[in-house]
């Protein structure tokens, strides 16, 4: 007696199996697209905020204002601090003319 194989006979069966292994297939592959998406949109995410932080400038730390009767040596190098924050591209034009003048009055 020949063994009988459980399952759809003929086309039927064939057309069965192969529908649920592509839809199988297809989500398999949905899955992982969103999850490479995913991965990427955190990637993204944490580039964008390390930039971010190193785009921003240093904050500008004000120095404290001096008495009139000391401010002779110490106007200098304050002047002399600013003009070195000045060239290093932390202060503006307008910003290192304010705190100048600042100074100077």
Do not use: C
């Amino acid at each position: 007696m020949p063994l009988r194989r459980m399952g759809r006979p003929g086309l039927i069966g064939v057309a069965a199996r192969t529908a649920v292994v592509a839809g199988t297939a297809s989500a398999v592959v949905g899955h992982q697209e969103r999850k490479t998406q995913a991965a990427a949109a955190d990637a993204q995410a944490q580039a964008d905020a390390q930039y971010a932080q190193q785009s921003a400038p240093p904050p500008v730390q004000e120095t404290p204002a001096q008495a009139p009767n000391d401010a002779g040596p110490n106007l200098t190098q304050q002047i002399e601090q600013l003009s070195g924050l000045h060239t290093a591209g932390v202060l503006t034009d307008e910003e290192f003319a304010a705190a100048k003048a600042k100074l100077l009055s």
